[in-house]
C-alpha cells in the first residue's frame, strides 16, 4: 500500500520520518481525495512547524530538505502504471 512504500522508501535511503495515526479529519485536502468516488490511494506528508498561519512560522532545515527527498525518492521509485486499489 501507498503508506508502506513510503515507509520503505525512507528506510532504504535513510531518511527520518515520524509517523501519526489520525482517526478523524485531517482539515487538508487529502481527506477530499481519499474520500471522493471509489477514493483515492492518499498520503498526508506533514512538515513540522510551529506557528503556523502566523508572521514567524518556524521550520527546521532539516525537515524540510527530509521531506522533499522522501517525495522525491518516492517519485523515483514508483513503475509506471503501479495499481495502488488494495483489492483487485
Not at 27 to 55: C, E, N, Q, R, W
Request: charged share 25%; hydrophobic share 40%; glycine share 4%.
Amino acid at each position: 500500500n501507498l503508506f508502506q512504500m513510503l515507509v520503505d522508501v525512507a528506510k532504504e535511503k535513510k531518511i527520518d520520518i515520524q509517523r501519526a495515526a489520525v482517526s478523524r479529519s485531517t482539515g487538508t485536502d487529502t481527506d477530499s481525495f481519499a474520500y471522493s468516488g471509489k477514493g483515492v490511494a492518499s498520503a498526508l506528508i506533514s512538515l513540522p512547524l510551529k506557528y503556523m498561519h502566523t508572521t514567524v512560522e518556524t521550520v527546521h532545515k532539516d525537515d524540510i530538505e527530509n521531506v522533499i527527498k522522501l517525495m522525491y525518492e518516492f517519485l523515483v521509485q514508483l513503475k509506471a502504471g503501479h495499481d495502488f486499489r488494495y483489492i483487485r
